[in-house]
């Protein structure tokens, strides 16, 4: 049987199929509807309004989170990892914020973007994340992530690759 | 509802005929039954409480599961339910849950049942057993779990088609250029063993060598009559797995038939919308759909038109029938649109460049294209299993291309056309939306009808699909030369939103063309041009309209 079905970018997740949809319903339910329900699996209570996606997990996402920073071509590649949550990206389209084109992609638990380096200045990035921590809460979570350029010519024709500043915070 | 009712929820972006059939059953054996829209997660909080905020909620909700691509919004329903204090035997039945059988019951404790293959008898059972009290555990054609463990039971044999009721409609419907629309189904099944459609395997295993089953020819115009006469329709969607015969005598002795049945049962100006494989367009056929069944749109599954594709999607027949089916669509001046799964696990440079040449010389019709995947059931999830190449698991499999080149070219693309093919208010369906109109403004309005309409949508349909065209090759081109993919992906993406706006500008003048002469409202949004969806503030409305399209003039 063929269908005319979305073909949305397909990510492999490590999470189950049970987390998956439990995720997906908390999400749907988040967007303006008015029901108070207890998803499943998760330790979350899902209300209207939602709560903190950071709530759902014991202390805040962002202080979890490690960056590292490797400039590839024309491109920067941002890894976001963790010692304490197993991170994923969530099944949301690229994000276009500064910096051009992003795309996200599995790769071993962290999550990496990839972007243009910009001919200059602070790129900043949204990162969705899916964040498992040891007990199996699985949390949606919106970083910020700015990336602040350390030497003046960074990302120019001249400017060799460009080391950056990694400050992560909420949105 | 004193003894209790059932809820059928499922989508109903037209008349679902899978659960008007139920409920059609449901009826029969009197059993209160109630269709229950479920387009998308906006109506959540809508379901929830016509299900649980009630006096009088259901003992039983069926939750289709036809298409896998909805599965997370289905299933994710079930826990809703529970969690909302639903206490109804939940079921699901379709496709995809029949498939999936085994791994939903173990993931989902929510559900008690599955309903498998056709459940026109299985639910009636079901519902009986429930409502009087009885065991149900045991009856044919279910997946139950017992002991904690996922059990099927006997396998239930397909109906009779001729002893089915016909489904359930409602006083009002869809309407379409001031004509009642209503979809309908001649047989079931399809004679085709394409490897990622899981409609053969779906009827073969419900019955081993009988894959597909028709309705009397009588049975089906007796329908259409009851439903021109009595509900107003003019426009026959037919939603076959597959509306022909394999062999073009047998395709003209039943159509034959059908039109003497129709036209002794003096219906008035209609039309008939139908679905194609390739092999079945031959002049005789469709020279008799278009003059005397009144045809104005055939999808045609053109899917693919090289050697490797053929081979890899299995589609049974040779290079060549793609050509000489879109002549003959041509030489009849009918509206077609098709679709092309211009990547599959064993797309080649090459492959994927002589589909795009088939494309460029048909551009005038409207088409779409995306990577084939992989659905439950199908014989190519089976390939790619075999050779360990499928990841993912059974809500959501993937898989990478052979050829790495291709698989790169396949990520650029699909990042950089999905607006395009598969947005909120994508290009493709704007060109499909714009061709209908013509059609039926042609065929229902003929004294009216200007040959412009017709020769500037094929110059707006040309003039996407040859842009989509330009932009594959050049993205086929940049991979090659070791390009970034952002690079890419922006660059192709700042070409393709200028396109279809100049698109959308020169549909809303044809569409606003045809709604001053002919005084009828439009499949093509005339609000098209310059704002986006959330500037209009019409969000809803935008994707109805698209729902529409798809609904009518897609697969």
Known sequence: MSDDRKQEPVIPSLRTPRERVVDHLRTALSVGVASVLVTGTTSCIVADPPPPASACLAGTVVSKLRASVAPIGAEIELTLSSTELTLQPATTPPQILSGGQVRSHLASGNVSTTTIIPSGGVIELHVDLVCVNRSGATDLSLVRVVLTPLNADAGTPDGGAPNYRVDISNP | MGQGWVALVGPELEENLSLRSLAAMLERAGISTRIVRFDGAAQFGTVLATLTQTDDPPFLIGISLAFQWRAMELLGLAIALREAGSSAHLTSGGHFATFASTEILSDFPELDSICRQEAD?????????????RAWQQLPGLAV???????????????????????????EGMVVHGRRLAPLVSSRGCYA?????????????????????????????????????????????????????????????????????????????????????????????????????????????????????????????????????????????LFVSFNMLLFDPDTTVASLEENLRFLERHAHHPFNFGRVELYAGTPLLGRMQREGRASGDWLLWNYSISDPTI??????????????????????????????????????????WRPRWLEETQSICRQLGEDSVQVLRRIIDGVRGGRSRPAMVAEAKAQLAQTDLEVRRRAKAVADDLHRELGVDTLTSRDIDLATPLQLGRTDERAERVARTRSVFSE
């Open chain 2, 121 to 133: 008898e299985t639910i009636v059972e079901l519902a009986t057993a429930l409502r009087e009290g």
């Open chain 2, 407 to 448: 698989q790169r070219v396949f990520e650029v693309t699909n990042d950089a056309f999905y607006d395009r093919n598969f947005g909120a208010d994508p290009a493709a369906y704007v060109t499909m939306a714009l061709r209908g109109d013509v059609a039926l403004a042609r065929h229902f309005s003929p004294e009216r």
């Open chain 2, 145 to 171: 779990r017992i002991d904690g463990k996922v059990v099927l039971t006997e396998k239930r044999p397909s109906p009779e088609l001729a002893s089915l009721p016909w489904p359930v409609r409602d006083a």
């Open chain 2, 193 to 333: 063993n394409c490897s990622f459609c899981c409609i053969a395997a779906w009827h073969e295993a419900a019955t081993p060598g009988k894959r597909y089953r028709f309705r009397p020819i009588d049975d089906v115009a007796d329908e259409m009559a009851h439903l021109h006469h009595e509900l107003g329709v003019g426009i026959f969607v037919f939603h076959d797995d597959n509306f022909f015969l394999p062999r073009e005598r047998d395709n003209l002795e039943r159509l034959t038939a059908l039109a003497e049945a129709l036209e002794a049962r003096t219906l008035g100006r209609y039309a008939t919308v139908i679905k194609a494989r390739p092999m079945d367009v031959t002049p005789k056929v469709f020279s008799l759909l278009t003059e005397r069944l009144h045809c104005v749109r055939a999808y045609v599954g053109i899917e693919t038109d090289t050697d490797q594709g053929l081979v890899t999607l299995r589609r049974g027949l040779r290079k060549g029938v793609n050509e000489r089916a879109m002549e003959v669509i041509d030489e009849l001046g």
